[in-house]
């Protein structure tokens, strides 16, 4: 099936700082990927969808411009949290595909520690 | 918004078969997925059905009836392995791809 690969897989950050996720469709070109984020023992919530060559979807209530999402190949996507504090820490989870399964391959996930 | 439900956690033993239910009620249905996550990790895809019926892939089953907002995931010979989260996940529009999921059933596979 297809592969879709996601760096880093863990990362441990201070107050104030800027992290930067990325998002890998390793096997397929994906015009469309997804970042949700996750807290312990709590299901995916969507934070956006990225688009390829146009800008990010965010969901209500996601900060655009603390959560700054480019999607700028076919097969790329990066997450930078911007000024991260710790509120943010959390599981970041990215998927992708096309067509029939679009949406189905999640990355490794991200799990982001805010000290 | 969207609303699916699926039960919190179910307890099986080895070897033995679990059914994990899964309603749902979306604005509109373009497919549902079932995912295995254990804890820490991402998901992992097992199932996507679009059509009424069962789809049978080795071990697991994943059934769905639309007009009964209905999806049910079935676990045969459960193997210690399978303690997991499992999570529904339906896509309501062709347009936009977005995934909505349920909570996830923590399955507890016991010897």
């Known amino acids: 099936g297809a592969v879709v690969s996601q760096h880093p897989s863990r990362v441990i950050c201070k107050s104030g700082t800027s992290v930067k996720i990325e998002c890998r469709s390793l096997?397929?070109?994906?015009?469309?990927m997804f970042w949700y984020r996750q807290f312990p023992k709590q299901s995916l919530m969507l934070m956006a969808t990225?688009?390829?060559?146009?800008?990010?979807?965010?969901e209500q209530g996601v900060e655009k411009d603390k959560f700054l999402i480019n999607h700028a190949s076919l097969t790329l996507s990066t997450l930078t949290v911007t000024s991260a504090h710790p509120e943010d820490s959390s599981f970041y989870i990215c998927?992708?595909?096309?067509?029939?399964?679009?949406?189905?391959?999640f990355g490794q996930g991200t799990r982001l520690t805010v000290v | 918004g969207q609303n699916i439900d699926q039960p919190t956690e179910m307890t099986a033993t080895e070897g033995a078969i679990v059914q994990i239910n899964c309603t749902y009620q979306t604005s509109g249905f373009n497919g549902l997925f079932w995912y295995q996550q254990h804890a820490g990790e991402a998901p992992t895809f097992l199932s996507y059905n679009v059509l009424d019926g069962l789809e049978e892939k080795g071990r697991f089953s994943s059934f769905l009836s639309r007009s009964k907002g209905y999806s049910y995931l079935l676990l045969k010979e459960l193997q210690m392995k399978d303690s997991a989260s499992y999570l529904c996940a339906v896509r309501a529009s062709s347009n936009d791809y977005k995934l909505s999921f349920g909570a996830g059933t923590t399955v507890t596979v016991r010897a």
């Open positions: 990225s688009n390829e060559g146009s800008k990010a979807t965010y």
């Open positions: 998927s992708a595909g096309q067509g029939r399964s679009l949406g189905a391959f």
């Open positions: 096997d397929f070109q994906a015009t469309t």
